[in-house]
Nanobody, 116 residues
């Protein structure tokens, strides 16, 4: 199983920005979707942003207009640009990729803390 590795998490003040990145340990063929999820203690993991190979993009309502998802097939990375962060965005963020056979790849997570 190919592992995804996130980076870019950390602490930021309310109103600040962070960009998360996700990279595969090695090349994965046939990818069709790239997504970011987040999870807080005691809560279910929720999808934050999704983009697909057909160009479809979707965001959960709470981050629309603030977050942007992208992918770079050359660098084999996906990114999540997060702006206007608030305490409600504090969570562990995970990247999730899916290939054409619906095989799912998850990252180990990176923590984002938004606090003054």
């Amino acid at each position: 199983q190919v592992q995804l590795v996130e980076s870019g998490g950390g602490w930021v003040r309310p109103g600040g920005s962070l960009t998360l990145s996700c990279k595969a340990q090695r090349y994965i063929s046939g990818l069709v979707s790239w997504a970011w999820y987040r999870q807080t203690p005691g809560q279910e993991r929720e999808m934050v942003a999704l983009t697909t190979s057909t160009g479809f993009t979707n965001y959960t309502d709470s981050v629309k207009g603030r977050f942007g998802i992208s992918r770079d097939l050359v660098d084999r990375t996906s990114s999540l640009e997060m702006n206007e962060l608030g305490p409600e965005d504090t969570a562990t963020y995970y990247c999730r990729w899916t290939d054409g056979s619906q095989k799912i790849y998850w990252g180990l997570g990176t923590q984002v803390i938004v606090s003054s």
